[in-house]
């Protein structure tokens, strides 16, 4: 390989067939003359462009489609011809300079066209160069040139996560990856489970109980994930009616009042709550929302009712030291309720989170949009993370997130894209170049990703993501599949 | 004063000079409107067919509206017949102390009809043409004049691919026969009584096997044929053929000249073939070869097969290269250089 070229911070790098690079790896050119190295990344590859091939590649194409025939080539033009035809110009990015064995991200080296030598960088010698901090490794999958290739849990700790690419690509598994992985480390992690797929991390594929089945909590809200009135509190419902049920002002006025009057009785508990706002002397329109909201909550059968057990996150915790993986199934709950759990669970989290009476969480949202109000998200992105909850979105829809999330995002991993809007709006929010994130993405195949921020030190990777020995029930259910 | 204008414009130190410019010019003036002619008002309202690139085109009718007689129409004999169109190209590699290195490729495209059937490329082979070479591979006897021919870097590439040619022409004949070989060009068009014999020996090797040799010329530099030509463009119906009157045309006294048409959307054609040759040739021609614009394909094909594109030149030059660990010496394109790209990009002959 050799420079053949440089603009602006894209460097062009000629292949002959036999070097086989492709899109994503990465190229280190050495410079004989200098102490300097560079860093580039294949983005794009073309094929050279040779005056007059257009006219020789057609002169064959009707040669041997027409008609047969016989050359005798003594000096074998031809297949000289045949080495320039399929030469590859490599498009590369500077991604940084090696300098008496050190990192640094510039491009404001030129190295020699003559005596430069270029050759493959592994992905373990180039983070080795670069630096990682931390010693928790998490085996995400393998690099473009087969190598294994791992992230550090620490890079994710603290830090606001994205996963996106368009429908089978393979978000889930990677999801279900890092959060089992994750608990694997000690780490307690909430999962909102829009589609019911996670519970089956306890099993593995061949049918033995995963190294997390114990540490594993499903929780069904209205089922086994009940509240009471005292361990929800004051500030986490009022929360959900202003929120959720977009109860007006005046009216939560009389709620708080009614609240506190049976807090101070003694008797904080949804009958309770029911008799006092019949009974409250308020005006009628004030009673009427008090009552709608109250039965909403009360269909929503997520507050526990005569004498029935309520859920403790904090016990949840502490049953489980070792990490947990707390799986929270949103699949089969009507909509409405489906808004109040997560509200009331993200309320809650923070206030234990703020009163230290939990550790800091991660917390995995697949398709956020369907439960997460938008000014919530704000919320996940910047307070919430300052207490401790530290958020991985797991979408399809990379526009249900604002381009304010995407700012904000540590860490993104990208799944295949075919849809220019889609990767428009994607490279426009992300740290990575434009043109890499479209050329690369575009192109992915199905389980791989292109690791972005942190996790990687601001450099992009191309990962395939490894197969998990875990069950991962993520399939759509079938109708002709009844059938087999 | 126009002197001086340049001058100031090109930034020369006119104004050090004691030059008389104006009587300068003025005598310049007089002495180019001895041969110039000042007078171009006759033309007014003339004919005229532009070139284009510094090429003559073909006009689609005759400017000065001769009347050649009555073509002679013929029918499509379709006898199957095999027809052969052959033509090479060359191209300068690098110069030496001594001479240059050419490179020639030759291709032949067999066609029978209608359509064509096979194909044979041979090359590029290439030559270290000095003054020796000359003599001993492309025939010329006299030193002084194998010399000149080396000397001259676009005659020996032009002499080096026609004998390349003709040698494959050579064994082509011995090889078919009752073919019809066509080649791009004019017979008797050589500069040396040598290639005028080796001509009649390939015209004798054709008749011993019965195989026509027919010369097609695209475009034809003599004023009185191009005209022609425009003339019987209009003609409907195809094909045809005409004898012109007699032109001052360099060909073999043992061939003769004929333009013809062999569709009705094609061109007309300068044809040399032998002057036995009957008209059954063209009658056979016109079935079993596939014509475009009135153009044989397997001529056409034979022309693509062989060109050099600018990729394979470049090929040649790395494969030398290596091969014969040749020595790149630092060179320059004077013309370049020296008039700069906005001037080296006219066409003109110079």
Known sequence: ?484 | MLLGNMGIQLNLPFSRINLNQEQLFEELITEISKFVPQDLSNLRGRRAVYCSGGRSRQPISSLSGKNLGEPNFFSNDVTSTLVVGIDSSSLPVCDLEDGSIIAARASAVFSNNGEPMAYLRLGPYPYHVTSEFVMSKLGINKESLASSIAQDKALSQSLLRKTFERSILATLLSHLSKSIILIDGTFGYGFSSLEKLEEKRLLGLARQKSNSILGFTKVSRIRELWDAASSLFSIKGAPFYIKPPKVDAKHSSETEIILAKFRDDGFVFRLDIPKETEINVLEKLSANDHFDRGYPDSLRLAHHFCVFTQHEDTCLKGRLGNELGLVEVPSDDQRQAILGWMWSAGRGSK
């Open chain 1, 1 to 484: 390989m050799r420079v053949f070229g440089k603009t602006g911070n894209e460097i062009l790098v000629l292949a002959l067939p036999g070097e086989v690079v492709s899109q994503g790896e990465y190229l280190l050119i050495e410079d004989g003359s200098s102490r300097s190295k560079m860093v580039v990344q294949v983005f794009n590859e073309t094929y050279l462009d040779v005056p007059g091939l257009a006219e020789e590649i057609v002169r064959d194409q009707v040669m041997q489609a027409s008609i047969r025939g016989a050359e005798h080539d003594p000096y074998e033009i031809k297949s000289v011809s045949s080495l320039i035809r399929d030469s590859r110009l490599l498009h590369c990015k500077a991604r940084g300079i090696i300098k008496n064995g050190k990192f640094r991200t510039s491009h404001d080296w030129l190295p020699s066209r003559v005596n430069s030598k270029v050759s493959k960088i592994s992905l373990k010698e180039l983070f080795d160069t670069v630096g990682r901090q931390g010693r928790r490794a998490i085996e995400l999958g393998k690099g473009k040139s087969g190598e294994d290739f791992e992230i550090l849990a620490e890079t994710i700790d603290g830090r606001l996560n994205i996963i996106t690419g368009k429908k089978e690509s393979g978000k889930s598994h990677l999801a279900k990856m890092l959060s089992s992985s994750l608990v694997e480390l000690g780490c307690f992690v909430f999962v909102f489970d829009i589609n019911d797929e996670y519970a089956s991390l306890d099993t593995k594929k061949n049918g033995e109980q995963s190294s997390i089945s114990s540490r594993m909590v499903r929780l069904v809200p209205g089922e086994s994930m009940k509240f009471d009135l005292e361990y929800v509190g004051l500030r986490s419902m009022t929360s959900i009616l202003q929120h959720t049920l977009d109860l007006p002002g005046a009216s939560l006025r009389e709620f708080i009042r009614i609240w506190e009057h049976l807090s101070k009785e003694d008797q904080l508990t949804m009958e309770e709550l029911g008799q006092a706002i019949s009974m409250w002397r308020a005006n009628d329109f004030v009673k009427d929302a008090l009552f709608a909201r109250y039965h909403t909550l009360l269909s929503s059968k997520l507050f526990t009712r005569g004498g029935e057990r309520s859920i403790r996150f904090e016990d949840v915790i502490a049953k489980s030291p070792k990490g947990a993986l707390i799986v929270i199934s949103l699949a089969h709950i009507p909509p409405h309720a489906r808004r109040i759990a997560v509200e009331l669970m993200l309320s809650k989290l923070v206030d234990l989170l703020e009163h230290r009476k939990i550790p800091p969480i991660f917390l995995f949202a697949e398709e956020a949009h369907l439960y997460l109000r938008e000014t919530h998200w704000d919320d996940i992105v910047t307070r919430m993370r300052h207490f401790g909850i530290f958020t991985t979105f797991i979408t399809n829809q990379p526009d249900a997130l604002g381009s304010g999330v995407y700012r904000q995002a540590d860490n993104v991993f990208l799944f295949n894209f075919t849809n220019d809007a889609d990767l428009e709006l994607i490279s426009k929010a992300t740290t990575a170049d434009a043109e890499t994130i479209k050329a690369i993405v575009r192109m992915l195949p199905p389980r791989s990703c292109m690791a972005l921020g942190k996790v990687v030190s601001d450099l992009p990777v191309v990962v395939e993501v490894r197969e998990s020995e875990l069950f991962t029930k993520g399939e759509t259910r079938l109708f002709f599949a009844r059938e087999n």
